[in-house]
């Protein structure tokens, strides 16, 4: 097919069908897909909400005409066969992130403002996962066998633990080459190095602060904390970042709103833990043992580099280091805090949790290592990663480069893969349209229709490729 008409058959499938993309994007974006795990049974392995929203996507593949199965609930997939077995893969993922605070719009629905998608899992990433899947049934429309066969990858527990993929990879063998759009263009050919963590306290039965609670995920940013605390003096006022309530003659709440954001993006959110550790400290409130485990919370949340705890280091390819304290909690007389770092060649993850115990040794505290990833990159000159490149210049017009993320997406997790769009983060968007899990989380239909445009054009590049 000559590219004019390739590019007049795109555009006719976008104005014939883009009131059935959004409308596929709503169903499922109305599918509060996060993880329960208390709730999990046979088949709905990361609770209802994932399997709901699974269901649905397999759903929507299979009344495109493509073959869709579910495995065991993990993970789904949807094959449009070629000439050959030889797989080209897309993954995108079902769960997201709970709603978190600070939204304006209803987060589990789809609102359309100024050309505009708001709602959780609009960008991250179900609003690309059908885009994707439009993208391959353009293909199919077109009547003609492909050399290779498609496969559609649909997960389920990306945003926690990626036992959606592993389970995968136990059952089947990987596709030749793999894409994910859940990243931003023109190509990324690396991601930062995952380290997660879990730093307890020692017991400390006598506390001031009887509890203390922040944050929906490890691996966001956390909106808001509060901490309940024993004092019956009236003292504490409430300041521009934590509002002080009564609750009784002995105990005062403090409430922190501070502002979420992806782990992998520090500096674009506002830690409310560290909101409410900063204010205990100003006010010298808890015991010794206490103020010497805020003083440790403060130099880890503070610093989002790592300086704080001896964690600084960058790379050419990937930059500095990244560390953020997700949740906080009270359990067993302890303080429990999480923590996400996104890091370079230069570090370990083993070395972070040298680090990380050295550190917390100092106060009494101890770290467990709870989920490691080592930094993934692959050549940016390889025939795939040009493959995809190429597309995005063609559509856009650009002379752009591949790049490196702090991000984790499922391309690691496969033999040969690459994240790919459909983020522009250097188009500004409207103040009141917020990123992935952030509140009001909103993608541009124009984005998402450049995505579409971009994405036909790679899979056409992927199928003349020596796979």
């Known amino acids: 097919m000559q590219q004019t008409e390739l590019t007049a058959k795109i555009d006719e499938y976008l104005n014939k069908n ?19 795990p208390e709730l ?68 589990f629905e789809v609102t359309e403002k100024d050309g505009y998608l708001i709602g959780r899992g609009t960008l991250d990433d179900k609003g690309p996962v059908v885009i994707a899947m439009h993208a391959m049934k353009f293909w199919k ?27 995968y990879r136990e059952r089947y063998a990987d596709p030749a080459f793999l894409f994910t759009p859940d990243a931003e263009f023109p190509v990324c050919y690396g991601e930062k190095g995952g380290y997660n963590g879990t730093i307890t306290s020692e017991p400390m039965p006598d506390r001031v602060v009887i509890e203390m609670i922040g944050g929906a995920a490890t691996n966001a940013v956390p909106g808001e904390a509060e901490a309940t605390i024993l004092i019956n003096t009236d003292d504490l006022k409430s300041t521009d970042k934590v509002a002080v309530e009564r609750i009784d003659e002995d105990r005062v709440r403090l409430f922190a709103t501070g502002k979420s954001a992806h782990a992998s993006m520090p500096e674009t959110g506002v830690n409310a833990i560290a909101l409410i ?27 989002t580099d790592g300086s704080g705890v001896g964690l600084k280091t960058a790379d050419k390819d990937f930059g500095p280091l990244t560390i953020i304290g997700g949740t906080v909690a009270t359990e067993n007389d302890c303080f429990v805090q999480t923590v996400d770092s996104r890091y370079p060649t230069s570090i370990t993850g083993e070395e972070i949790q040298a680090i990380l115990s050295e550190q917390a040794d100092k106060v009494g505290a101890s770290v467990e290592n709870t989920m490691l990833l080592p930094p993934f990159l692959v050549s940016p000159d390889s025939p795939v ?27 690691r997790e496969f033999t040969s893969g690459a994240s790919f769009g459909p983020e ?20 541009s239909e124009d984005l998402l229709k450049e995505a579409f445009r971009i994405y036909v054009l790679t899979l056409d590049k992927l199928m003349k490729l020596d796979l």
Do not use: C
Request: glycine content about 12%; cysteine-free; charged content about 20%.
């Open 141 to 167: 429309d077109q009547g003609e066998e492909l050399p290779y066969t498609i496969r559609f990858l649909f997960g389920a527990n990306e945003e926690t633990d990626l036992r959606d993929v592993e389970y």
């Open 424 to 443: 522009m983060p250097w188009i500004e968007m409207p103040e009141w349209v917020g990123g992935m899990h952030g509140p009001d989380e909103g993608i």
């Open 40 to 107: 999990a049974s046979p088949g709905q392995p990361f609770g209802p909400g994932p399997a709901a929203a699974l269901d649905k996507a397999l759903s929507i593949a299979s009344d495109m005409g493509f073959e869709a199965t579910n495995v065991d609930g993990f993970i789904g997939y949807a094959d449009f066969p070629g000439k050959s077995e030889t797989q080209i893969g897309i993954i995108g993922h079902m769960d997201v992130v709970p709603a978190g605070p600070g939204w304006t719009f209803p987060p």
């Open 385 to 411: 990663i040009q493959a995809l490149l190429s597309a995005y210049n063609e559509a856009t017009g650009q002379n752009a480069k591949p790049f490196t993320i702090g991000g984790g997406t499922y391309a």
């Open 277 to 303: 550790i900063d204010y205990l400290l100003e006010n010298n409130i808890g015991t010794k043992k206490e103020q010497d485990w805020f003083k440790f919370e403060k130099a880890l949340l503070d610093n």
């Open 18 to 36: 883009w009131d059935s993309i959004v409308d596929d994007i709503r169903t499922l974006v109305e599918i509060p897909s996060f993880e329960e």
